[in-house]
């Protein structure tokens, strides 16, 4: 009798009979055991998917990452105790790329204020020309800026941004805290995943001379084939910083007439007045655009954008739009470095969301009467080429100026 009543399951006052003799679980606990089962998947599908992307992107081991996610102690940002926060960005053609894949076309400071109990949130950019000449890091001669992280990448990968982070920390007077670099091909693919980026313009935008064509560097059968007969020179380096004796002299060509569709930009990059929306190549060619105005011209536009990426990628439309943050990832994965860490992402988009839409103060270097560069001249200086120097022949009206920008 016992034997047959330990087979059975009670339900109200009656027996159901079980011949295993096991108990049945209860539904509540299977569902349970399935929700947690999926939670369980998602989650090693994002934290793999994060760790596979943070691998190429940023620094820190997977572990290492994951672990500072969770919320254990108080973390906190290099300079966020300090009351701000300073990191740099840096725009490029890419490694590989002909034309200078790893010249800096965009080197610009992202700098913000957290908030904190009675004071508000600040932000701001502020751009160096490329051709800005400075001392290079570990050598004991000057170049263009834009240089700077080609060099460093050839002593060692990473070594870009380090050097990045140490000539432009000199400039500014400040710590750089934080870098980051993107090449053409990962801008156009990030504005294509956020849906492109909103800008306004009073009149019509033309560049009509840079991707036109009209005379380049001679490419092999490719676009830039048909000879002018004119030449470009150039004083090549040393490794030791001195020049040769006599400038290399590179040959140039018109594009021909199968290619011609293949121009960059179209050839002539039009943009009409109002409100527009640009997608990702409109975009690039746009913060691009240089010749027809100038390089603090496009020094501007690129604040611009990166303003208008700012407000689209922390909209709650895009970060709730798991395809477009899928995207987003994608695109950093394969054309993005940084020295963040995972976590000290998550931290700074955690802090700058609370600086809303407030005004982002804006400055870029030139070299105007007002402005704070100026071109030497000399026959000394010929062989460098077109080069930018602070006034003063030091950078302590620029220390000034970036320490103002947040006032």
């Not at 820190?60 to 290099?78: A, V």
């Not at 000290?344 to 804006?362: H, P, S």
């Not at 030139?366 to 001249?377: D, M």
């Not at 080429?385 to 602070?390: A, D, K, R, S, T």
């Given at each position: 009798?016992?034997?047959?009543?330990?087979?059975?399951?009670?339900t109200?006052?009656?027996?159901?009979y079980?011949?295993?003799g096991?108990?049945?679980?209860?539904?509540?606990?299977?569902?349970?055991?399935?929700?947690?089962?999926?939670?369980?998947?998602?989650?090693?599908?994002?934290?793999?998917?994060?760790?596979?992307?943070?691998k190429?992107?940023?620094?820190?081991?997977?572990?290492?990452?994951?672990?500072?996610?969770?919320?254990?102690?108080?973390?906190?940002?290099?300079?966020?105790?300090?009351?701000?926060?300073?990191?740099?960005?840096?725009g490029?053609?890419?490694?590989?790329v002909?034309?200078?894949?790893?010249?800096?076309?965009?080197?610009?400071?992202?700098?913000?204020?957290?908030?904190?109990?009675?004071?508000?949130?600040?932000?701001?950019?502020?751009?160096?020309?490329?051709?800005?000449?400075?001392?290079?890091?570990?050598?004991?001669?000057?170049?263009?800026?834009?240089?700077?992280?080609?060099?460093?990448?050839?002593?060692?990968?990473?070594?870009?941004?380090?050097?990045?982070?140490?000539?432009?920390?000199?400039?500014?007077?400040?710590?750089?805290?934080?870098?980051?670099?993107?090449?053409?091909?990962?801008?156009?693919?990030?504005?294509?995943?956020?849906?492109?980026?909103?800008?306004?313009?009073?009149?019509?935008?033309?560049?009509?001379?840079?991707?036109k064509?009209?005379?380049?560097?001679?490419?092999?059968?490719?676009?830039?084939?048909?000879?002018?007969?004119?030449?470009?020179?150039?004083?090549?380096?040393?490794?030791?910083?001195?020049?040769?004796?006599?400038?290399?002299?590179?040959?140039?060509?018109?594009?021909?007439n199968?290619?011609?569709?293949?121009l960059?930009?179209?050839?002539?990059?039009?943009?009409?007045?109002?409100?527009?929306?640009?997608?990702?190549?409109?975009?690039?060619?746009?913060?691009r655009?240089?010749?027809?105005?100038?390089?603090?011209?496009?020094?501007?536009?690129?604040?611009?954008?990166?303003?208008?990426?700012?407000?689209?990628?922390?909209?709650?439309?895009?970060?709730?739009?798991?395809?477009?943050?899928?995207?987003?990832?994608?695109?950093?994965?394969?054309?993005?470095?940084?020295?963040?860490?995972?976590w000290?992402?998550?931290?700074?988009?955690?802090?700058?969301?609370?600086?809303?839409?407030?005004?982002?103060?804006?400055?870029v270097?030139?070299?105007?009467?007002?402005?704070?560069?100026?071109?030497?001249?000399?026959?000394?200086?010929?062989?460098a080429?077109?080069?930018?120097?602070?006034r003063?022949?030091?950078?302590?009206r620029?220390?000034?100026?970036?320490?103002?920008?947040?006032?």
């Open positions: 009798m016992w034997l047959f009543l330990r087979n059975k399951k009670k109200g006052n009656d027996y159901i079980n011949p295993s096991k108990k049945k679980m209860k539904t509540w606990k299977k569902v349970l055991l399935i929700i947690g089962g999926f939670l369980f998947l998602v989650f090693s599908a994002m934290a793999w998917k994060t760790g596979s992307v943070w190429k992107v940023g620094s820190g081991g997977i572990l290492e990452n994951l672990y500072n996610t969770l919320p254990i102690g108080d973390k906190k940002l290099e300079g966020e105790d300090s009351g701000r926060v300073n990191i740099l960005l840096l490029m053609r890419g490694e590989g002909e034309g200078g894949g790893l010249l800096a076309d965009t080197i610009m400071i992202a700098s913000f204020k957290p908030k904190v109990e009675g004071q508000e949130s600040k932000a701001s950019l502020f751009s160096i020309p490329r051709d800005f000449y400075v001392k290079v890091p570990g050598k004991e001669y000057q170049a263009k800026i834009n240089a700077v992280y080609a060099s460093g990448e050839e002593r060692t990968t990473g070594g870009g941004l380090e050097d990045m982070s140490i000539i432009v920390s000199e400039i500014v007077g400040v710590p750089i805290h934080y870098a980051a670099s993107i090449n053409f091909a990962g801008f156009q693919q990030l504005v294509d995943s956020l849906g492109g980026v909103d800008i306004h313009l009073d009149q019509p935008f033309s560049e009509a001379l840079q991707f064509g009209l005379e380049q560097r001679c490419d092999k059968n490719t676009v830039f084939t048909i000879p002018s007969g004119n030449y470009e020179e150039k004083w090549i380096r040393r490794k030791n910083g001195t020049y040769y004796d006599n400038p290399k002299k590179y040959p140039l060509c018109y594009a021909n199968a290619s011609k569709n293949e960059e930009c179209g050839g002539d990059f039009e943009l009409p007045a109002g409100d527009i929306t640009l997608n990702g190549e409109q975009a690039l060619c746009y913060v655009s240089r010749v027809t105005s100038s390089d603090f011209d496009r020094a501007r536009r690129q604040q611009e954008v990166i303003q208008g990426i700012k407000k689209k990628a922390l909209s709650v439309g895009v970060l709730s739009d798991f395809g477009a943050v899928n995207k987003m990832l994608d695109s950093l994965g394969n054309n993005t470095r940084t020295n963040m860490q995972f000290e992402m998550n931290r700074f988009f955690e802090l700058y969301q609370q600086v809303g839409d407030v005004k982002i103060n804006q400055k270097l030139e070299n105007s009467e007002e402005g704070l560069l100026y071109t030497p001249t000399g026959d000394e200086w010929k062989k080429g077109y080069i930018l120097f602070p003063g022949d030091n950078y302590d620029i220390k000034e100026a970036f320490a103002k920008i947040l006032e």
